[in-house]
């Protein structure tokens, strides 16, 4: 039972990590580096002419991790911007992708869900409302170089908020008794009314907005696609890995 | 009445089974989307910003 479950939740989200790590490296990740240029734009460089501004801002993009750079962060390991950059990405894509396999698998067991590609797709589905669309209403998905409040609080939001999230949508779900369902209600809204941290907004930033907006579209579509395929692979595997050496009950 | 009992036994593992999943797959992620160190950080960047979870 547990290699079925390890095995699948492994290849599900391999799979499922590597579609989505290769979609970023076209869609997400190009709009990170260009709001870097602007997040590390010495304070000089904006007053530049600018007839050589986009000279000295594509400078600026491949010194950014290298000595010259902001003193903030040039003491900071980070990958090297191309090959290395998109490896220790994709890694991590990955990691989460299994990391959601897990969970995905993990809530279908103790639910004593049937595991087919429909119903992990819905759970799948499930899980992006929960940890993609209700975390975004209150802290948008961030382009780097945008102001932001204290990050150990938005990081405790955007848990309580994704938990009560996953909650509200079980009771709601599979509430026997309609004021379980009901309860779903003020459930999902709490995190909303308690309100997301935030700085004042205007605070400065030089991220143009509308890159800020492209990105929040962007990458809650790629979450939404990381959670999908996640639940269709988990489902697939599922079927396939290990299915006659469980009980039959055991779907 | 054995077989009643054999079926609870086989939920109870099924449970067990699904919070071992459940703790290594939150523990996956909150390595690539919250970890502080600064190296998991660095090396997570890209992939917890299109993943929307909160960064810098």
Redesign the interface.
Known sequence: ??TR??AV?LLAGLLAGLIVALL?AYT??PI?IEAERFENASPVAPSAALGGFREARLILVHSGHDESANSAEAS????ADGLE?TL??S???I??A??????L???M??A?DKITEQSAMVWGASGFVAA?LA??VG??????GLV?AD?IQ??QW??MTAVMTAVAIWLFLRGQNPWLRLLAIPVVLAPHVWGAPHVALDAATRVPAELAAR??AV??A??AI?WIATGFFVGLFWQRIGASAD?P??R | MTTAVT?SQ??A???V??????A??????F????AHS??LH???????????????
């Open positions: 039972m547990y479950v390890f939740g970023q997400t990740t990170i900071e390991w980070a990958p950059r220790y990405t890694t991590a894509t990691g989460t299994v990391g959601f396999a897990m969970i698998l993990a809530g067991l103790a004593g993609g975390p975004a802290l948008a998905p961030e382009v780097p932001a990050l938005r990081q955007w848990i990105f929040a990458s809650l790629i979450q990381l009980s009950d055991d | 079926h086989q939920r593992d099924v449970r089974v699904a919070l071992v999943a459940f290594f797959g939150a523990a996956l992620v390595t690539t989307g919250f600064a190296m660095s090396a997570a960047h890209d992939t917890r910003h299109s993943l929307s979870f909160p960064c810098h």
